[in-house]
């Protein structure tokens, strides 16, 4: 989890980085990508679920963890809220 809010917090800093136009415009981001895989390791328990626990984590470090896609069995991807935007992962 250390990773994971330092490399948020690299992101929020680097003026480089534009989220949404990774988004929209498909522009490499190394950190994003590194993000989103950090993220899958973190806070996807083995079974598929939630870590509850390292959302909490997040939260408290100033990042909150929302669903993104969901079905009826459940999340299908999580979003963490940065200050720079909205990075997803799952």
Not at 22 to 35: N, R, W
Request: negative net charge.
């Amino acid at each position: 989890m250390i990773d994971l809010i330092q490399l948020l917090r690299d992101i929020e800093a680097d003026d480089t980085i534009q989220i949404q136009k990774y988004l929209t415009d498909g522009e490499p981001s190394p950190k994003i990508d590194e993000a989103s895989g950090l993220a899958c390791e973190e806070l996807i328990t083995s079974a598929g679920g939630c870590n509850r626990t390292n959302m909490r984590l997040l939260d408290q470090a100033g990042f909150h963890v929302f669903p993104g896609e969901q079905d009826s069995f459940g999340w299908l991807t999580g979003c963490i809220r940065t200050k720079k935007g909205i990075i997803v992962y799952g």
